[in-house]
């Protein structure tokens, strides 16, 4: 977000190169989207000048076999396609890319560095009532099985003597078919 | 050696094959200078099949480190076709060159470039 002009001196071998004016821009891989910190991941240049970002071979791997982010699963595309993840909302835009450099000041410098992290937890607290709230029809979906579920097999987490003797705890009668040939194979295997 | 390389100038030339590499004894990479002989030609161009010329690489797919610790690769090798002092031949260049010809001092060819990557 704020750009500051970075004296880089590198030494390249046996020579010593200066470079001046190399600033650092974060990108976001271009298959998962996350985020592509310097001297990471693979920058990949077409023939007709679109650049791609991989943070690691992983995605560019997944990119040369030509798979669409938004149908893989664990990618960020398609998280917010399907609704897995929040798509909407006003920390995202501070977010957006801008080309006009910014005159270094040393007040705003701070300032933004003290705002990026609040913003960062704003939007990551966001993000997780965004999964969890998602996921609360599922929790009470379940809850009512397990309740069910105890219902029917309480046999086998209390003591049958408690079970005869609290007649609420009984067993549901199921009546269950046993074929006459069934029995009849059983008997050689049990001797 | 013996690499074909596509010529995004206008030239003349459509490929050319390498026949040394100026500098580095692994090879030319992404920037670098490479003697070449001319393959393919179109028929009415400054450069006939046959020739002998320079060229500066400017696409190349093996990556190149760059000095933020990234590495960048393009999608194929390509050349464009200068002379002995390192200006180019032909007029226009096409497709995207690397910002790495800014430190070989080729400057000619950024300036004729579409796309600086």
């Given at each position: 977000m704020i750009s500051d002009i970075v004296n880089v001196i590198f030494c390249l071998g046996n020579c010593v190169l200066l470079v001046n004016l190399r600033r650092m821009r974060l990108e976001?891989?271009?298959?998962?989207s996350s985020t592509v910190y310097p001297g990471h991941g693979i920058q990949f240049v077409r023939n007709d000048a679109k650049i791609f970002h991989f943070c690691r071979s992983k995605c560019h791997k997944n990119f040369k076999m030509k798979r669409n982010p938004r149908k893989v699963k664990w990618t960020k595309a398609y998280r917010r396609l399907h609704g897995k993840d929040m798509t909407?909302?006003?920390?995202?835009?501070?977010?957006r890319k801008r080309n006009r450099p910014e005159r270094y000041d040393r007040n705003l410098a701070e300032n933004t560095l003290k705002a990026i992290k609040k913003i960062d937890k704003i939007r990551s607290d966001r993000a997780s009532d965004h999964i969890k709230n998602r996921l609360k029809t599922g929790k009470v979906q379940r809850q009512k099985e397990a309740r069910k579920q105890l219902e029917l097999g309480i046999h086998l987490v209390k003591a049958p003597l408690a079970l005869a003797q609290d007649s609420s705890l009984c067993l549901p009668k199921i009546k269950v078919n046993v074929s006459q040939a069934q029995t009849e194979e059983n008997q050689p295997m049990e001797e | 050696m013996r690499t074909v390389l596509k010529v995004?100038?206008?030239?003349?030339?459509?490929k050319v094959m390498c026949i040394?590499?100026?500098?580095g004894k692994k090879g030319a990479r992404l920037g670098d200078t490479i003697i070449a002989s001319v393959k393919e030609a179109m028929p009415n161009g400054k450069v006939k099949k046959g020739k002998v010329v320079y060229g500066v690489v400017?696409?190349?797919a093996m990556q190149r480190g760059r000095c933020d610790g990234s590495e960048v690769k393009f999608d194929d090798n390509a050349v464009v076709l200068v002379d002995k002092q390192g200006?180019?031949?032909?007029?226009r260049v096409f497709g995207p060159v690397p910002h790495e010809l800014r430190q070989k001092k080729h400057v000619k060819i950024l300036t004729l470039a579409e796309h600086i990557a």
């Open positions: 976001k891989c271009w298959f998962c909407q909302d006003s920390t995202f835009e501070f977010e | 995004v100038d206008n030239s003349g030339a459509k040394q590499a100026l500098k400017v696409l190349a200006q180019p031949i032909g007029t």
